[in-house]
C-alpha cells in the first residue's frame, strides 16, 4: 500500500491537472492506441468485443433491454466495474475522437475518484484489493443511459442484461459469464501483450482499476514531459 506522503503527492498532482488542463500538453491516445495496437498485433475494440455486442443486440430484438430501467447498476448502488490498461486506452481514444477528451471530462473523472475515494488501495487479503461503487461518470442521470458506445464499454458493462421484458428495478438482470469467457478466450493473449506494453510505456502498476481512475492513469501517463 502506498504511503501517506505518496497519497497526498498524488492528490495534489491530480489538483494541478485538473486545474492546468490541455489537450495540447497530451499525447493523443488515439495515436498511442495505434502504436500499442500495431506492436501487440491487437485486433480493434468492436472485433473483440463482437461476441458481446452481437449477444446484446439479440437480447434487445427480444424485449430484453434497459430502456425503462433507471440505471441502477450504473451507481453507486451497485457498480464496482474496473478495467485494465487496454480497456481505459480504448475508451480515452474513442473519447478523444468524439471531442470529449477536455477539461470537462478531467474534472468528471476528479469529481467520481474524490467522492468514492477510489484513488486509495484497500487490501482485503493477499493480492486482493476491495472493490469500492461508484456512479460511473458516463451515466446520463436525467435522460437515463449510458454515453458511451458499445465498441468501447467494459466488457462487464456489456455483458450485463435483462433477464426479462421491461425491467425497471433491481435484481432482474445478470451477467453472462459464457460470453465474457469466449470473449476472453479469443483475446487474452494479445491483450495481456498490449496490457503489458501500456503498462510499461506509462508505468502502471495495477492490473485492473476503477474505470475512472484507470482512464485517469492513462491521461496522466500521456502528459508531455
Not at 36 to 52: D, F, G
Not at 67 to 87: E, I, K, L, R
Not at 157 to 163: I, K, Q, R, S
Amino acid at each position: 500500500m502506498r504511503s501517506t506522503c505518496a497519497l497526498i503527492s498524488q492528490y495534489i498532482r491530480l489538483k494541478f491537472i485538473m486545474k492546468n488542463f490541455d489537450t495540447n500538453s497530451l499525447r493523443s491516445p488515439k495515436a498511442f492506441l495505434e502504436k500499442i495496437s500495431k506492436q501487440a498485433n491487437l485486433p480493434e475494440a468492436l472485433e473483440r468485443r463482437r461476441n458481446i455486442v452481437e449477444q446484446m443486440s439479440e437480447l434487445n430484438s427480444k424485449g430484453l433491454d434497459c430502456f425503462n430501467c433507471s440505471g441502477m447498476c450504473c451507481t453507486h448502488q451497485y457498480n464496482s466495474m474496473q478495467v485494465d490498461p487496454v480497456q481505459a486506452l480504448e475508451l480515452l481514444a474513442w473519447l478523444e475522437s468524439e471531442g470529449r477528451l477536455n477539461e470537462d471530462l478531467i474534472e468528471d473523472l476528479e469529481e467520481v475518484i474524490l467522492e468514492y475515494r477510489l484513488n486509495k488501495d484497500f487490501m482485503i487479503g493477499r493480492n486482493r484489493e476491495f472493490r469500492r461503487k461508484y456512479t460511473c461518470p458516463f451515466f446520463m442521470k436525467m435522460t437515463q443511459g449510458c454515453s458511451i458506445s458499445r465498441a468501447v464499454k467494459p466488457y462487464g458493462c456489456l455483458a450485463f442484461n435483462p433477464l426479462e421484458k421491461n425491467v425497471s428495478t433491481e435484481g432482474k438482470c445478470a451477467s453472462n459469464l459464457d460470453v465474457l469467457i469466449e470473449r476472453e478466450s479469443r483475446n487474452s493473449e494479445v491483450e495481456d501483450k498490449a496490457n503489458e506494453l501500456i503498462s510499461k510505456e506509462l508505468g502502471l502498476y495495477w492490473k485492473k482499476k476503477s474505470m475512472p481512475f484507470a482512464i485517469q492513469e492513462i491521461i496522466k501517463g500521456l502528459l508531455k514531459p
